[in-house]
T-cell receptor, first 114, second 110 residues
Framework: EAQVTQNPRYLITVTGKKLTVTCSQN?????MSWYRQDPGLGLRQIYY???????DKGDVPEGYKVSRKEKRNFPLILESPSPNQTSLYFC?????????????FGPGTRLTVT | KQEVTQIPAALSVPEGENLVLNCSFT??????LQWFRQDPGKGLTSLLL?????REQTSGRLNASLDKSSGRSTLYIAASQPGDSATYLC?????????FGPGTRLSVLP
């Protein structure tokens, strides 16, 4: 089954404790992206990657890191989480290019930083 | 700055009504536009994708139109049902990045 998976689905952590949220897709998509969703602010893009070893900042990259060492994986790293990073996070993937390529989303990771 | 807005922010209708959700974008240099549905606390489900060269796309009771020159897209839902209750999001693909609208929260009352 074609899918985007994220782990963990729920995470409660404390300020300053490094964490990684994993994202994996099995569709051989070149493009992967991370978003955060906050009430009243909608979905905002954090980072995206157009292929292996190619990453770029989205609208809200501060406090986050990503890496793309393999095509299927795109982990999101919070080196020193803070309470303002409490949010619902989504990973997504799609084929890269100008065609009618839909973006597929993972189920989301609800992060709480205390 | 690329911005996407959606009107109305919330909508409540009786079952059976036809309805229109609106999406506007400031930068018309789009690759495509995708409409999603999101149920509370859940992920996003793709409904329709409309290419920049297309005017319309249909799937079942859903019809999306695109007027790139005026920076607008509409999602038309025919014969609404309580199961259509959800938040509807439009997302504009600018090639390297995507910009989402804030969503329209739809309630269809039985």
């Amino acid at each position: 089954e074609a899918q985007v998976t994220q782990n963990p689905r729920y995470l409660i952590t404390v300020t300053g404790k490094k964490l990684t949220v994993t994202c994996s897709q099995n569709m051989n998509h070149e493009y992967m992206s991370w978003y955060r969703q906050d009430p009243g602010l909608g979905l905002r893009q954090i980072y995206y990657s157009m292929n292996v070893e190619v990453t770029d900042k989205g609208d809200v990259p501060e406090g986050y890191k990503v890496s793309r060492k393999e095509k299927r994986n795109f982990p999101l790293i919070l080196e020193s989480p803070s309470p303002n990073q409490t949010s619902l996070y989504f990973c997504a993937s799609r084929r890269h290019g100008t065609g009618a390529y839909e973006q597929y989303f993972g189920p989301g990771t609800r992060l709480t930083v205390t | 700055k690329q911005e996407v807005t959606q009107i109305p922010a919330a909508l409540s209708v009786p079952e059976g009504e036809n309805l229109v959700l609106n999406c506007s974008f400031t930068d018309s240099a789009i690759y495509n536009l995708q409409w999603f549905r999101q149920d509370p606390g859940k992920g996003l489900t793709s409904l329709l994708l409309i290419q920049s060269s297309q005017r319309e796309q249909t799937s079942g009771r859903l019809n999306a139109s695109l007027d790139k020159s005026s920076g607008r897209s509409t999602l038309y839902i025919a014969a609404s049902q309580p199961g259509d209750s959800a938040t509807y999001l439009c997302a504009v693909n600018y090639g390297q990045n995507f910009v989402f609208g804030p969503g329209t929260r739809l309630s269809v009352l039985p």
